[in-house]
Each structure stands twice: as C-alpha cells, then as structure tokens.
C-alpha cells in the first residue's frame, strides 16, 4: 500500500484492563493509499509494463486509469481534530475506538481480495462526528470520484452527507447504525444492519413455521415502546406466512392464561424490553409450565441478548428464540483465522466492528471486482453473503434504498443464547 505524505501513523494504547493494551494505528481523515497486487510503498515509482520507471502526468493518469470505478470513500467518525499529537489521552483512543476498529478490519478485507488480483484505491475521510462537517465532506473531489461511498456512521452525519451528495447515483453504505431505512428516506443508502422490523418479520416467519394443529400463537402486548415496535404488524406478517393459524393478541397475562391451549404448544411472542413487565411474564409462564400442563415455544426481541435470565430457573423450558444480527461462530477455523491475522497486524483482538468492517469490504469489495462499480446496484439484491459476522440479503425500496433483511436465531441453552 502506498500512502500519501498527508499520512499521520500513531501507535496508541488503551489499557481495557490493568494489564491488557488495546494497540491500533490511527490514519489522518485525509489518508488515500492503494489497495492492491501492485501496491508500492512510500517513495517507490510507479511502473510500466516493460519495467521502467514513471513519473508526473503520465503516471497519474495511469494510477487514475488503474483505478477506474475502484475508488472507496470510508467515511468514519475518527475525530482527529480533537486529539494533539503531543498529548494523546485514553479518552481520545476510546473516541475513535469504533471507526478505528471498522477500518482496520475493512483494511484486512481489501488486502485478502488484494492477494487475489483485486486492486483499489481508499480514500479514509475522518467525519469527525459532526453533521454540518459531515456535510461537506459530501461535496469534496475524493468523495464525487468515489465508486461507492461507506459511511459515515450516525444518523444525522448519514442524513447530512447523503443529502450533499452530487452525484445521487452513488451507493452510500450505512455500516453500522441500526436506524429504520425509512428514517433517511435516501433511495441510494444501503443499511448494513438488519432493522427491527426484519427481526419481527422473521420472527412472525418462524412462529408460522413451527404452528401445528392445535397450537395458539398468543401475540402479547406491553407498553413499553419496544414491544410496541416490534410487535407492529406482527399478526399481519404471521398469516401472509401461513394463513390457517389461530392468533390471539392479549394485553395481560389474565387474557393470556384464558387462552392457553392444554392440547398443543402455547407460541409466545412478545417484544418488551421492560424488566418489570418481562420478569411479570416470565414468572407466570415458568409456573403454568411447571403445573405440567402447558407447552411453550417462546419468542422475543434481540435484545434480550444483553439480559442476564439465569434468576429464572425455568426459562430454558419455554423453549426461548430470539433473532440476531450477528452469524460469529467462534469456533469456527475462519473466525479462529481472522483473529490471529488481525491480533498479529494491530497488536489486539478484533470487535464486532471490525469483523463488520472485514464482511464489508469483502462483499462490496469483491462485487466491484467481479461486476464492475457500475452494476452494484443490480447485484445488490440478486447476490447475499454470508460473513464471518454478518450476512446480507437485501431488499429495495425506491424511497429508502436497500435495506437488509438477513438475520439468523439463537436460541436458549447451556445459560445463554446460542446460534442454531
């Protein structure tokens, strides 16, 4: 890779324990540097075919030719305007600890098609958290040249800058915020995370799938605004999934214990993230399935990822499924793989965020190189992935652009929640 004399490498660390540096490399918010077979390093000449060396014109106009329809624009919240060289603190690391770690994952995501024949050109654009900024960034040269553009990273810098953009044809790829699509309303943005109402819609897809004679889906509402959310329509995507199910939707658990079926399984679904109301349902299901009558499948929101149920002795009983963003296997050789090429390359282990940055970079990466910047937006929606932590399926919407819908499900065992 060859980067630019704009480039500021500073070796940081962040003790996330007393005795466990975090290590990463920080780059200027104009950082440009070539990703590729032939990438040179700072100093080198560009070379022609026959051997000898370039300079000037001619070789910028074949760096320029090089990398035609393979300029990416990785826009991320570093905010280097806010660090000074010369007293670096843990708070400045731990600022820009996300957009660090998505770039540097995305780093190892175009070297690994690099070794492949794949060359681009990256442009890192720091949008210092700032929507007004943010906006600006929109109309610069690097970004009007851009083939497809990933980031920024927050809501109102996505807002800001999609709405700046010049050329409205240029896919804008939302990485991380988990926003609605409709939120933006920008026909070009692509949302790599699955919003919430493709985990209830898998959901509704899931508890259709498993209703048999004799069960009851019992779709329960709380006033949390959560479950409100999630439950939004959610009767409606059960019976488009399979039309001859019995539904009933209870506002209490009175209303929920009055139609109870003691003949088949009981198919819970609910979206409430409110500890008093889940602990109220929970404790009453654990009961009526300790009576030895009632069987449970119970469904609920992905947050229930973060919660600690072991308090509840019988919760595994219920049978509980959730949906998640998230496809990492930990034991698997590729994760295993990543983990030591990305700990050997940065001095720590990878987060989530850059194993989203890796996913990224190969998806949208290896599309470019396969079909050309050019045809992205027909392959979006003909081609999904399946990634060391994410995966994609994408749907679109000529409102609100491309919207992914793929989500896996955990379910309860062993004390915490598992992929299936």
């Keep these: 890779m060859r980067n ?22 920080l780059r200027a918010p104009d950082y440009k540097g070539n990703v590729g077979n032939n990438s040179s390093k700072p100093g080198d000449t560009n070379k022609t075919p026959d051997g000898s060396s370039e300079t000037g014109e001619s070789a910028k106009e074949n760096a320029t030719k090089r990398f035609m329809g393979r300029n990416i624009s990785l826009v991320l919240p570093f905010q280097l305007d806010q660090i000074s060289e010369n007293a670096l603190a843990e708070k400045d690391i731990k600022r820009a600890a996300l957009a660090l770690d998505y770039y540097q994952g995305f780093q190892l995501g175009l070297e690994e098609l690099a070794k492949k024949g794949a060359d681009f050109n990256l442009n890192v654009l720091d949008s210092r958290d700032n929507a007004a900024y943010s906006g600006n960034l929109a109309l610069s040269s690097t970004v009007e040249e851009a083939s497809i553009v990933i980031g920024p990273v927050y809501p109102q810098e996505i807002k800001a800058f999609g709405s700046n953009l010049k050329d409205k044809e240029t896919l804008q790829v939302n990485p991380l915020a988990a926003s609605m699509p409709t939120e933006f309303n920008l026909p070009n943005l692509v949302s790599l995370t699955p919003p919430i109402k493709a985990h209830s819609n898998a959901i509704a897809a899931r508890a259709a799938r498993e209703y048999s004679a004799g069960d009851v889906i019992i779709i329960f509402n709380t006033t949390d605004s959560d479950g409100k959310q999630f ?131 190969l998806y949208f990466g290896g599309l ?6 050019d045809r992205l937006k027909e392959k979006l929606t003909k081609e999904s992935y399946n990634g060391l932590f994410s995966s994609y399926k994408f749907r679109y919407n000529e409102a609100w652009g491309y919207a992914n819908e793929s989500v896996a499900y955990r379910t309860y065992r062993g004390g915490s929640f598992q992929l299936q």
């Design 4 to 25: 630019s004399s704009l480039l500021i490498a500073l070796a940081l660390a962040l003790g996330v324990s007393s005795c466990t540096p975090k290590v990463g490399v």
């Design 231 to 361: 439950l939004n329509g959610m009767s409606t995507a059960i019976k488009q999934a399979k039309n001859n199910v019995r539904i009933v939707s209870v506002s209490s658990l009175s209303q929920l214990n009055e139609n109870l079926s003691l003949t088949g399984t009981n198919i819970i679904v609910t979206g409430t993230t409110d500890k008093n109301q889940l602990k109220n349902l929970l404790t009453n299901l654990i009961k009526k399935y300790g009576e030895n009558t009632y069987n449970f499948s119970l469904f609920g929101h992905p947050l229930w990822e973060r919660y600690d149920f072991s308090m509840y002795a019988g919760f595994a009983d219920l049978n509980p499924t959730i949906t998640t963003e998230s496809n990492l296997k930990t034991w698997s050789a590729a994760v295993k793989a990543f983990k030591d090429t990305y700990a050997d390359t940065y001095g720590v282990q990878p987060s989530d965020q850059s194993y989203k940055g890796y996913d990224s970079a």
């Design 368 to 373: 470019i190189n396969k079909y050309g910047a």
